[in-house]
């Protein structure tokens, strides 16, 4: 099982749109099961998903406090990803979902102040020893602030591919629960979502072949050595 959670400093960079967006896209592109858990107090994908008419991706309602051995839990039930949504901030309840996650994906709108709020999650991921990827959010392809950021971006880690260009159907998706691939999955913005979430599909595998790799293997008489 895969966890990723969406994490920015900055309010407004899209997290929420962006998680649920993703795991209906996991879903429908065979990745699941797939679990959400929204841990920003103010609930929107919480709300967003009781909108829902479907009961896929999954919900699992959970505390900071219980969010490990829930995690434990849908592993054992079988799911295969778990997408976190997280309020806009930088303390120790951000770290502590980090901490249980296999990737980190940071969305950031093309301003200066998205631009300067990279840094305290970027921090923190790196303290958890957890690989990240910066999601370029509700841009201007032609805009020079946009290829400004993707340099400014690519000085702390990675930045996807795929950007996520500013169309209100995103918006007006999340209004009844839905997405922008399943009210139009032909679409310009559902082509994206469905591009990122394909890069997103060989991070995550990425990250899987690592902790294999990492795994300690057997040596005669006892001991015990890492690959």
């Not at 806009?88 to 249980?100: C, D, G, S, T, Y």
């Not at 991921?125 to 400004?148: G, P, Q, W, Y």
């Not at 990675?158 to 918006?171: C, E, G, M």
Request: charged share 20%.
């Amino acid at each position: 099982m895969q966890v990723v959670a969406l994490c920015s400093q900055k309010g407004g960079s899209g997290k929420t749109t962006l998680s649920g967006h993703l795991a209906v896209q996991a879903a429908l592109s065979g990745a699941g099961p797939v679990a959400l858990i929204d841990s920003d107090p103010q609930g929107s994908l919480a709300a967003w998903w009781n909108e829902r008419r479907t009961d896929v991706p999954a919900f699992c309602g959970t505390t900071l406090a219980q969010l490990p051995a829930d995690i434990e839990r849908l592993r054992l039930e079988g799911c295969k990803l778990v997408i976190i949504d997280t309020p806009p901030a930088i303390n120790m309840a951000i770290q502590r979902v980090i901490n249980v996650a296999d990737l980190v994906v940071i969305p950031t709108r093309a301003s200066p102040h998205d631009l300067r709020a990279v840094a305290g999650t970027v921090e923190m991921a790196e303290r958890a020893h957890c690989a990240m990827v910066f999601v370029l959010n509700a841009v201007n392809l032609r805009a020079k602030i946009t290829s400004d950021a993707v340099i400014a971006l690519s000085q702390h880690g990675t930045v996807a591919p795929v950007f996520i260009q500013h169309r209100t159907d995103y918006a007006a998706s999340m209004i009844d629960g839905r997405t922008v691939c399943e009210l139009d999955p032909e679409g310009r913005s559902a082509i994206e979502i469905q591009e990122l979430w394909q890069y997103l599909v060989g991070q995550v595998a990425r990250q899987e072949r690592r902790k294999v790799f990492q795994q300690p293997v057997a040596l005669g008489f006892g001991r015990r050595a890492s690959l």
